[in-house]
């Protein structure tokens, strides 16, 4: 939560000094897809598809010196992705004899097959170094905010210390992490950008989560998983918000 408001802090602070100040900034729309996956170190026998989604939003840019540009974006993506893996672990096993029931500390191992289906409100901020006519290379810190989360799927799972013999077998055992996701996540950001035409530019960005998005006190996780996602966009600008004060000061600027 510190480092949100330190960068909605910086936010605010940029909007104002750019009130104030003559600069170039400029704004437009943005829309693309993504893929990736929610990932940890796999356990052995573990697989999973990378899921697609799409993109879209908007973004601010505030120009200064020749080759330097601060880019804010504030836009929607859909991270989805697909996984099977290997599950177990140490449960109690309720057996009723005559009558009685007797309660036996045992294990449970099976395979479980899941989806994500998470949908986030992203704002990064990019340094971007202008290197030649045409490309940009950026990089900065993202905070994404969980708008709705999803993370469902089935189990077969066998009840017994020996698989061969289990207590008890359950197919299709549905289940819902989906409450265990955190709301908040927290990624660095790379990228580079082509300018197309004088509107138009095609942005290549990589994120790497910084945290589990899973809740800290989650242990089924197995470990930390991170959000690593690859975005590629188009970018459309619409104009500058200080156009006047540049032609004037370009009018005003004696010619050799």
Request: glycine share 10%; with cysteine.
């Amino acid at each position: 939560m510190v480092f949100a408001k330190l960068l909605i802090s910086a936010i605010i602070l940029f909007l104002l000094l750019s009130c104030i100040q003559a600069q170039k900034i400029a704004f437009g729309l943005k829309g693309g897809a993504d893929t990736g996956t929610p990932y940890s170190k796999p356990k052995e026998g573990a697989s999973g598809k990378l899921g697609k989604g799409g993109v879209f939003g908007a973004f601010l840019k505030h120009e200064f010196g020749k080759h330097f540009n601060i880019r804010f974006e504030l836009f929607y993506s859909y991270k989805s992705a697909s996984f099977v893996t290997p599950i177990s672990g140490d449960t109690v096993y309720a057996k009723t004899m005559m009558g009685n029931t007797y309660y036996i500390p045992t294990s449970y191992s099976g395979i479980a097959r899941g989806t994500f289906k998470n949908e986030y409100l992203n704002l990064p901020v990019f340094l971007a170094y202008k290197a030649g006519k045409k490309f940009n290379f950026l990089a900065g810190p993202q905070v994404s905010y969980l708008l709705k989360g999803n993370n469902t799927g089935t189990a077969d799972v066998n009840v017994g210390a020996d698989p061969n013999y289990p207590y008890t077998t359950v197919k299709d055992k549905p289940f819902d992490q989906s409450g265990k996701l955190n709301k908040w996540d927290y990624e660095v950001t790379c990228g580079v950008m082509f300018e197309a035409a004088k509107r138009l530019n095609f942005d290549l960005n990589f994120s790497y989560g910084l945290r589990s998005i899973y809740n800290k006190g989650y242990k089924n996780a197995g470990g930390t998983v991170r959000n690593i996602y690859l975005q590629l966009t188009l970018d459309f600008l619409l104009g500058r918000i200080n156009k006047d004060a540049d032609s004037e000061m370009k009018k005003n600027t004696p010619t050799q």
